[in-house]
């Protein structure tokens, strides 16, 4: 009875004791009214992020096609609501099958979690949302975002974040005014694209694939060759080829140019005379090498890839290297073997210069963006036209530009104004809005002064649209408005950037997008080292061109100055190999020794004789042959140095550094620039015109001018009358 009694009382103290445990414990984790769906959602968030995670990292694991798209760098969204964009260019030969985004951001804790989110969007269509996390610890939160494929198109994608930050659950517009709304997102942050290859990418419209790839963007993989002969019309040809990539190479060039027995890679592309073409080469041609004319086809010989241009003549190399670096026209070759006849580019050079948008010409905002311009919102609203001009454009003295605008009416019109500026930090033209222009208005502007010979490819249009005692908004973002017509036009002549810097390059060699008369050469037997300097020089300067320009290569032993003096001059090699650095020695910033082994002291430089012996040097300079053409040489004493001046030309940061008239890099990869003059530029040729013609030319204001100059010789003769008569007049009453 009593174990009875005092087992039932044990139990019961018990079961006491766990009821108050577990309310204790109830109390200390109680979940708010209202969040029990977040915590569940929560764990559904957490489970679908380790899908993803898990998609994006087993198909690399798999040995799948995959492209990484990154910003770049660390970036900020700050304020109540920021939108971060992200371009994905997807090539025709890359079917894409899955997409990731992996997204790893830090955040201010100061932020409102339960109402702060970001969105995500591709192509303008929301493809999911997450709340934001802020860790008081300041570590990373990394998300793993599906994108549905079918988002996904050949060319550009755009991909965007948008974040809504609240630092407070107010209507109000405190959190404008807070810098401590902000998302961090890494530099790790990258949208995963996996793809598979095209099974037409063997076809020729999709050049430069394979040499210039998702998988292999610098060029590192391929290799452009010439016959072990290596003829000038094959290195001619060859350089424009290269000058072609260099409308499709990432931020580095490691693309390499040789002769075919160098030729170490999977992927070939090769330009030869069939004279000097290997037999195995030409065992792997499906159709005959015409007598005129050149072959271009595609073929495979074990794991290597090769595009080969054969043909009998010389011009006929050109002509192909032509053909393929014109996009428009690669784009019609839904074939692997094509023929290509001599006279076809100049057509196509024909026919381009007719057509009806013609570079740095005439243009509509319809022509460029295919209709008006719209700005939604309040306060300043900021829109970048990119302009279809050729990359060494610069402002002319003759640029006109007029926009046909209308705004709404119920601005601040004390406070409100539009702003044009060439690029996005050259002020052309402001002008104050007014309740009478919102129904429409013209704005007609040329270029000020100091803005002529500015280079660049974009106009930047800034509204600045107030609202009488708004300071902020949060709501109706649609409002105020302003609106650019279709109909609005720029007219844009080509200006002349005669100004001899290396930041200006391509400028003076190239002109309007092509070639401007360009003979490069190199040593009579050019290094690979020689070869594939020149070949990375002339993709730098033919980023943005066409191939319908002068280019030619030749051999310093063929080099006359009668020749090819009035023509821009590069000249690549090492200073003992290439005859004609020792020419125009005497004319160079930094000269070389009377031996050539080495830089000569300078007055703008003092160098020990090692450091003399294994620099290399990039020169711009007038020609010493004809003031109206420029003379560019990147030379150096050492193959090293070469080396060294090659990494320093294959970055694209570093080749935006590039400034004044000379580059000297060191053994170690050091680089100072130099300049020898106040200002160079080149002597225009141009023929002084007749009095005749100046008449002519201006007779507008020489017809007012005479005009003037009539009307004040009248009133001096009326003058001289007057006085003349007053005179009389006195002599007569002195009588």
């Not at 009875?4 to 109680?30: D, G, I």
């Not at 803005?451 to 005692?469: C, N, P, R, W, Y």
């Not at 020689?530 to 320009?549: D, F, H, K, N, V």
Request: proline letters at 3%.
């Amino acid at each position: 009875m009593n174990t009875r009694y005092f087992t039932s009382r044990l139990l019961a103290l018990m079961l006491a004791a766990l009821l108050v445990f577990s309310c204790a414990a109830a109390e200390e984790t109680e979940i708010p009214s209202g969040v029990v769906d977040n915590f569940v959602q929560s764990e559904i968030e957490k489970q679908q992020s380790a899908s993803d995670a898990t998609a994006f990292e087993a198909g690399a694991a798999a040995g799948e096609y995959y492209a990484d798209f990154t910003f770049g760098g660390v970036q900020t969204l700050s304020g109540i609501t920021t939108t971060l964009s992200l371009y994905a260019n997807l090539p025709k030969y890359a079917k894409p099958v899955s997409a990731v985004l992996r997204l790893s951001y830090t955040a201010s804790d100061l932020i409102l979690t339960d109402i702060s989110s970001l969105t995500y969007y591709m192509n303008g269509t929301p493809f999911g949302s997450s709340k934001i996390v802020a860790r008081s610890d300041g570590a990373q939160t990394v998300l793993y975002v599906s994108v549905p494929v079918e988002l996904l198109t050949t060319g550009y994608n755009l991909l965007e974040i948008l974040s809504y930050v609240r630092l407070t659950d107010d209507e109000g517009c405190r959190d404008d005014y807070n810098g401590a709304n902000w998302v961090k997102i890494a530099d790790t942050t990258c949208l995963r694209i996996y793809y598979e290859i095209s099974d037409d990418a063997d076809e020729l419209y999709m050049y430069p694939y394979p040499f210039i790839s998702l998988m292999n963007p610098d060029g590192a993989e391929s290799v452009v060759a010439v016959s072990d002969a290596a003829d000038e019309a094959e290195l001619t040809a060859a350089m424009m080829l290269m000058a072609g990539m260099g409308n499709s190479l990432s931020a580095e060039n490691a693309m390499t140019l040789c002769r075919l027995s160098d030729a170490k890679s999977e992927n070939v592309l090769y330009v030869g005379l069939k004279k000097n073409t290997p037999e195995y080469l030409l065992s792997l041609l499906t159709q005959s090498v015409p007598a005129t004319g050149a072959l271009v086809q595609r073929a495979t010989d074990g794991d290597t890839s090769y595009l080969l241009i054969v043909a009998e003549e010389e011009a006929a190399l050109s002509e192909a290297a032509a053909l393929l670096s014109d996009t428009s026209r690669v784009a019609q070759l839904h074939t692997s073997q094509t023929y290509v006849s001599v006279g076809e580019a100049q057509q196509y050079a024909l026919a381009s210069e007719t057509s009806g948008l013609t570079l740095a010409g005439q243009y509509t905002i319809k022509d460029i963006s295919g209709n008006g311009i719209s700005f939604s919102g309040p306060f300043t609203q900021k829109m970048t036209i990119y302009l279809p001009v050729a990359k060494d454009y610069v402002l002319s003295s003759e640029s006109r530009f007029s926009f046909d605008i209308r705004y709404s009416e119920n601005l601040d019109f004390d406070r409100s104004l539009v702003t044009f500026y060439w690029g996005t930090n050259i002020p052309l033209y402001s002008h104050k809005l007014t309740k009478e222009g919102a129904t429409g208005e013209t704005l007609t502007f040329s270029v000020p002064a100091d803005a002529i010979g500015e280079a660049g490819s974009s106009i930047t249009v800034v509204f600045d649209l107030e609202i009488k005692d708004l300071d902020c908004t949060v709501r109706s973002m649609n409002t105020p408005w302003a609106y650019i017509a279709a109909n609005s036009s720029l007219y844009l002549p080509a200006g002349e950037n005669t100004t001899l810097n290396l930041a200006n390059l391509p400028a003076p060699f190239q002109r309007a997008s092509r070639m401007n008369n360009v003979v490069m050469i190199l040593s009579d037997d050019a290094t690979q080292t020689e070869l594939t300097l020149a070949g990375r020089i002339m993709a730098m300067l033919g980023a943005g061109s066409t191939p319908y320009g002068l280019l030619k290569v030749i051999r310093a032993e063929n080099f006359q100055a009668a020749a090819y003096g009035n023509s821009n001059l590069i000249v690549v090699g090492l200073s003992d190999r290439n005859s004609v650095l020792k020419q125009i020695n005497p004319y160079l910033h930094f000269q070389y020794t009377d031996d050539m082994t080495s830089l000569a002291e300078s007055t703008k430089l003092v160098m020990t004789t090692d450091y003399a012996h294994e620099a290399s040097a990039l020169q711009l300079m007038k020609s010493p042959y004809n003031e109206t053409m420029a003379l560019l040489t990147a030379s150096a004493a050492t193959e090293a140095g070469l080396q060294n001046l090659m990494a320093r030309l294959s970055t694209e940061k570093n080749r935006w550094s590039l400034g004044k008239e000379a580059l000297v890099v060191d053994s170690y990869g050091g680089a100072s620039s130099y300049q020898f003059t106040v200002s160079t530029a080149l002597t225009q040729n141009a023929e002084k015109p007749s009095f005749a013609d100046v008449i002519v030319q201006n007779r507008e204001p020489m017809t007012l001018l005479l005009v003037g100059m009539g009307c004040m010789v009248v009133l001096l003769l009326a003058a001289v009358l007057l006085l003349v008569r007053i005179h009389h007049r006195r002599k007569y009453d002195d009588k």
